[in-house]
């Protein structure tokens, strides 16, 4: 009895244990390569959710097109177009039903979506924990084989999950190409594929392209079978219509493309219960009904769409007063395109329209309409500017305009012709491609009225001044450029174009008295000899003038002396005398800045001006100075060149003169020019007194003085200069004293010293100078076994060695080869090399055939034949043997971008011609 309630207590003891190891049946052991791997899994799972949960993944997005549509093709293109894709994006692709292209909100939180991704997150997690942990466990309780029959059904199941998904990608890949190529037999079509940065760099080309979907669809004449195509595209969001025989009853399934932002139909009639289903297209924010039936009755329904931003109504039945009537619209639209009268007057009231920042008013047929359309806008807080067509007379009053810049010309309804509009760091500037790709005549609106009152964003306003009546400006405190267009503005003086009416140019200048705002006034192409110039000078605020292309005579042109005040004038195209520029000089004392003629500024002279600063000539391309005189001129900072047959120059306590370049020689003085950044001249121009005055500049970059009269100890200033890059001091009268005092500067990278008298003894210091990228020794006293040194400057690009003995013959005559050329052959940088005049090895043709970035050589006059110079050529194909270039040139291919100075507008250093300065007799240089 005992033994078997024993053995029963002994059972239960077994089943008990055995039941716990089964609910335990392995012991935790961190150890274990299991668990470490499982944990591994598992930490990389968890990663992995978080990142979808932060929705870091797909932040960032590629874009794949395929497919190309003309910018100036898109239907007025006033903001970015619909096909910019997003920089960022939420949840795979998330942007297409959340965002609109083109936004730059696309990158802020959404709460619903993040919500969404966090499930999205936890879900994963789940799914990992109960696929890691108790799956685990009991599969290492199962045999060997199931668990490995478990594991290759759940790998298969995967590949074919991966595979059939990638075949319904091609699947659809290949319906979209068919379709593609159906609808371009009628039209444009764009493809795109989005996909996230993070992975496209190493995704196949075929994985990405197998997620090319249209995605803009431009259908001219389209029937009901290509529109249906057209509206099966899922992804479609751009549509364009023009004309066609299709139903529009089928435009009534636009709401099942929820893509869809872009849409234009035109030339066909719209029934209102079609417009009414566009209500339900979440993301649709732009339409084009341009020369649709549609009436102020098919405004409301427009009105519902959520997102509607931009509305094109040209060509349509729709009223001025109709639009402004629907409140609805009038919260939602920020760009409306609307058609000028096609003749006679109308009346346009822009008010309380809460999120409008532009309005077009276009003019698409030919021929202009005399009668005025009257534009009142008030209480518009977004209204940035306002687009009219030129061949369009308006009168227009604005007012409270917080943000208005001002009211543009465009020439018909092509808004791509516009170049830029220029922003508030300076005047208006609207220019526009004529047929031959130049600019034509600037563009205007031809505003008859003009009242504007508290536009205090308005800073630039151009208008046609051509029959401009009432003209009105009050508190528009940031008004700084006010243009009025002449009747030949932008246009040659000889242009056969009548004048605006002379009462209208009073009654304008009358006006311009009362303004207190605005700085600069221009009024290029007007007539002003025959009206009176007082009023203009009644307002003191005026600082710039800008009269280019005015007709104005110097009589007229005194009555202007009382602007004191005057800061700028720009007197372009306008005919100017050295009397004029004398009156100019006593006339305006605090005038800073000149613009004239390059056909105006043949005699120069200002003098005794304490503000003058700048004088420019045209884009400082010609040089037609021949006579120059700046004298006492502490603020005048203008690079100035004079022509190559300039006459006299006097330039005296100028002290911050950029530039100076006389390319000829003539009567010449030069004194007080410390700030000279650059200098070109020679001969009896650079005299002793005239050199040492140019080497006080301690800003000097770039010096050229050529075969001067001038002594060599007028050189010393030289020394102290620190900034040289570039010194081409050719014929000068300096020695190996000279050089080897000179502590050569580390910014010096062009130095030519030919014609000078240096020999040997001046190399030791040149070999110091390993900056050097040009050298020029030509015609110099120096030894080859010397000049051999040379290859030691490794960055040598450009060598010229003129007139100089290589011919490698020692002392007993005995020819040993060339040791300088082959010393050359080293340098792996040299690209140009003057050897013309020189004599040369026999060997020189295989020497140079082994330098390995030669492009260009002179060799004239080294008495080489044409069979030796034709195998140089076939050694080095891509060798050009140029007899004209010689160092100076090459040093000049050597010039830099950085190495000018473009802070100050002016002219550039000049490359001097030699022959205008002459070589002087030996016994001459001997005795200097």
């Not at 089928?250 to 932002?261: A, G, V």
């Not at 110039?533 to 007709?551: C, F, H, M, S, W």
């Not at 060997?843 to 492009?855: F, H, S």
Request: with cysteine; hydrophobic share 40%; charged share 25%.
């Amino acid at each position: 009895m005992s033994s078997r309630r024993s053995r029963r207590r002994r059972s239960r003891g077994s089943s008990l244990f055995r039941w716990r190891r089964w609910k335990n049946p392995i012991r935790f052991d961190p150890s274990a390569s299991d668990y470490q791997k499982a944990a591994f899994e598992i930490a990389l799972a968890v990663t992995l959710a978080l990142l979808v949960i932060l929705n870091l993944p797909f932040q960032h997005v590629a874009v794949l097109t395929e497919g190309q549509y003309d910018a100036s093709a898109i239907e007025f293109p006033i903001n970015v177009s619909t096909l910019e894709p997003p920089s960022k994006a939420g949840w795979p692709f998330s942007f297409y039903s959340g965002h609109s292209f083109g936004a730059q909100s696309i990158g802020k939180w959404n709460l619903l979506k993040l919500a969404a991704d966090f499930l999205v997150g936890v879900a994963l997690m789940v799914a990992v924990g109960l696929y890691f942990w108790p799956r685990r466990q009991h599969l290492r309780r199962a045999k060997r084989w199931k668990r490995k029959a478990a594991y290759s059904v759940a790998t298969a199941a995967a590949a074919i999950a991966i595979f059939a998904y990638f075949a319904v990608l091609h699947a659809h890949y290949l319906s979209d190409q068919s379709a593609a190529k159906k609808l371009r037999e009628r039209g444009q079509v764009v493809q795109m594929a989005f996909l996230p940065r993070i992975v496209a760099p190493i995704t196949p080309d075929f994985l990405a392209r197998s997620r090319m979907r249209i995605v803009l669809a431009s259908l001219a004449k389209p029937d009901d079978d290509l529109l249906d195509l057209a509206l099966q595209q899922s992804e479609l969001r751009s549509l364009r219509l023009f004309s066609g025989t299709y139903d529009e009853a089928k435009l009534r399934r636009l709401p099942t493309l929820r893509y869809l932002q872009d849409l234009s139909v035109r030339k066909h009639g719209i029934a209102p219960e079609t417009l009414e289903t566009w209500a339900n297209c979440r993301i649709l924010s732009q339409i084009n009904l341009s020369d649709c039936p549609v009436s102020d009755d098919s405004l409301r329904p427009l009105s519902q769409i959520e997102r509607i931003s931009r509305l094109c109504l040209l060509g349509t039945d729709t009223t001025y007063g109709g639009i402004g009537d629907v409140k609805s619209l009038r919260r939602r639209i920020r760009e409306l395109i609307l058609e000028c009268p096609e003749y006679g007057s109308e009346i346009i009231q822009v008010r309380e329209w809460s999120n409008l920042r532009r309005i077009a008013l276009l003019r698409r047929k030919n021929g202009t309409n005399p009668d005025v359309l009257s534009m009142s806008v008030a209480d518009c807080p977004t209204l940035e500017s306002i687009l009219v067509s030129p061949r369009q007379r308006i009168s227009f009053s604005a007012r409270d305009l917080s943000v208005f810049r001002g009211v543009y010309a465009v020439d018909d309804v092509d808004l791509g012709k516009i170049v830029r509009f220029r922003g508030p760091s300076g005047p208006p500037e609207i220019t526009t491609a004529g047929s031959d790709g130049k600019p034509s005549r600037p563009l205007a609106p031809w505003v008859t009225n003009t009242s504007l009152f508290d536009c205090d964003g308005l800073e630039s306003l151009v208008l046609d001044a051509k029959s401009i009546g009432i003209f009105t400006i009050e508190k528009c405190k940031d008004l700084k450029y006010l243009v009025l267009l002449g009747s030949k503005a932008g246009l040659s003086r000889d242009a056969d174009v009548p004048p605006i009416d002379r009462d209208v140019r009073q009654k304008l200048l009358q006006s311009l008295a009362e303004f207190k705002d605005p700085e600069q006034v221009a009024l290029p192409g007007m007539k002003l000899d025959d009206v009176k110039l007082e009023p203009l000078t009644y307002n003191v605020n005026i600082k710039r003038l800008d009269l280019t292309g005015a007709q104005i005579d110097l009589a007229s042109m005194r009555t202007l002396e009382s602007m004191i005040g005057l800061q700028e004038l720009n007197l372009t195209a306008v005919p100017l005398t050295p009397k004029t520029f004398a009156w100019i000089n006593h006339a305006f004392a605090s005038l800073v800045r000149l613009t004239i003629s390059p056909e105006a500024a043949n005699a120069l002279a200002f003098s005794d001006h304490e503000h003058l600063a700048e004088i420019r000539i045209g884009d400082f391309q010609s040089m037609p100075t021949q006579v120059l005189g700046l004298v006492r001129l502490p603020r005048f900072r203008t690079p100035m060149l004079l022509s190559d047959q300039s006459r006299e120059v006097r330039i005296k306590d100028v002290p911050e003169l950029g530039g100076l370049g006389i390319p000829n020689q003539c009567e010449c003085e030069i004194s007080g020019v410390k700030g000279l950044q650059w200098f070109a001249s020679g001969g009896t121009n650079c005299d002793d007194t005239s050199v040492s005055e140019v080497l006080q500049a301690d800003q000097m970059k770039r010096l050229a003085i050529i075969r001067p009269v001038a002594a060599a100890d007028s050189f010393g200033g030289m020394k102290q200069m620190k900034l040289l890059r570039q010194v081409d001091i050719t014929g000068c009268p300096l020695g190996d004293e000279f050089l080897n005092s000179w502590d050569v500067p580390a910014s010096l990278n062009t130095l030519v010293l030919d014609e000078c008298l240096i020999s040997d003894a001046a190399i030791p210091n040149l070999l110091s100078c390993g900056q050097l990228q040009g050298l020029g020794l030509a015609k110099t006293d120096l030894s080859e076994s010397m000049l051999q040194a040379l290859g030691r400057l490794e960055r040598l690009k450009a060598l010229g060695l003129s007139g100089l003995d290589l011919d490698g013959i020692d002392e007993a005559g005995r020819p040993i080869g060339s040791p300088a050329l082959e010393s050359f052959a080293g340098l792996e940088e040299l690209r140009y090399l003057d050897l013309s005049e020189c004599k040369l090895p026999s060997n020189a043709i295989d020497v140079l055939a082994k330098y390995p970035a030669l492009r260009v050589v002179n060799l004239r006059g080294c008495g080489l034949s044409e069979e030796a110079l034709q195998s140089l050529r076939l050694a080095k194909p891509d060798l050009l043997l140029d007899d004209a270039l010689e160092s100076h040139d090459f040093l000049r291919l050597l010039h830099r971008p950085d190495d000018r100075d473009d802070s100050v507008p002016g002219y550039s250093m000049p490359d001097l011609d030699r022959s205008q300065f002459p070589a002087r007799d030996a016994s001459d240089r001997d005795d200097s």
